[in-house]
Structures are given as C-alpha cells and as structure tokens.
C-alpha cells in the first residue's frame, strides 16, 4: 500500500458542519498535514479557524504566504487567495477567480498533485458547484488517492457529484468513513511535510 504525506480537502455549500463532523472525528494521533479549502467570502474573517478549534486538539492554522507544512495541522485556505502548496511549503495567489471562487479548490488540489504526486490524499465535499472535479482527477492521475464524499450525504450533492463524474474510480465514503479512512493511511516516514 502506498504511503501518503498530505491530505487535501474542498468543499463549499455546507462545508462548516462537514468539517466540524471530519475534524472532530480524526484521532488527536493524526500525523498527516490536511489543508482544508472552503469557499467563503472575501471579507470572511477567522471564524472558521475557532468554530474547527472548538472540535479537534490538532492545531488548526490559516495559512500564511510561504509557511512550512508540518504533520498533525490542519491548515485552512484565507478568504481571497488561492492557495498553492508547494514541495513542504504553501504560497498565496491572488490571480483571478476560478470558477467564480479565490480560493479555487482546482487549483489547490492540481498544486498538491504535481508537489507530491502518489503520496498526496483529495477528499471533495459537500458544495454546490463543480470546483475541486478537475484538482481531483489530476491527483488521481498522479496516483494519488481521490475520496468523495457519498452525495446523498451531503447537504449540497453537486460537488461531490461533479467529482464523481470526473473521478469514477474514487472512493465514495459517508464523512464518517472519511476520517476513519484518513486515520488509517500510512505516512510516510521523515516526509518532506515533517510529519512521522
């Protein structure tokens, strides 16, 4: 079985209470980086950092130009940037939206694809529109492991069935089944991302 060094995460329209439900089910041992990106608006503030705090001990980040990735983060995309991630390290973007959204889940997902190729995790979420299809099949192609979420789950089916379409060989799971999934990947020991 391959071994994994990041988990990438997207989701939109009812995103905060699958988050909350993800995050709070991961064990307080998850060695993995996970970056979390969720459309909000431009002038969202650090709300969703605290509401995500409030239900996990792993340290939850709003990522900062050009930081390091370590294990064990959970790391959340700003309000009004794309965010790259880079070989153990992220960087922002204010290049224009894409599909109507900045932070762009494609593009996140397609940077995490080319930085670390089979070691890297996508799960697409609940949204409602079709960002994060096209980042996921690029991790996909990459061999990376690509993970949607069930969408008769989801408060909002589109996104993860857009996702589905793009990737039908993706792992269709329930949140729940999610979180056990990511707490059971192997990681890959002294990665680049400094996770063990």
């Keep these: 079985m391959a071994a994994y060094e990041i988990v990438v995460v997207g989701t939109s329209w009812g995103g905060l209470a699958a988050l909350r439900q993800l995050v709070t089910a991961l ?40 930081a390091s990735i370590t294990g064990g983060t959970i790391y959340l995309a700003p309000a009004d940037y794309h965010l790259l991630v880079e070989s153990g390290h992220f960087a922002l973007s204010t290049d224009e939206a894409v599909l109507y959204s900045r932070p762009s889940i494609d593009v996140t997902f397609s940077s995490v694809a080319d930085a670390y190729g089979k070691h890297a995790v996508g799960a697409v979420l609940t949204g409602a529109n079709a ?19 069930r969408p008769e789950t989801a408060e909002s089916p589109t996104m993860p069935a857009a996702a589905l379409r793009a990737v039908p060989e ?22 680049r991302s400094g996770s063990t």
Excluded: N, W, Y
């Design 131 to 149: 960002d994060g299809a096209r980042g996921l099949r690029r991790i996909a192609d990459r061999g990376g492991l690509a993970l949607v979420q």
């Design 27 to 66: 064990p307080d041992t998850f060695a993995l980086p996970m970056v979390v990106v969720q459309h909000r608006h431009r002038d969202s503030d650090h709300l969703l950092t605290s509401l995500l705090q409030d239900r996990t001990p792993l340290c939850v980040s709003e990522v900062e130009d050009k």
């Design 170 to 191: 993706a792992r269709v799971l329930s949140i729940a089944q999610i979180a056990s999934t990511l707490a059971a990947l192997p990681v890959v020991q002294a990665s």
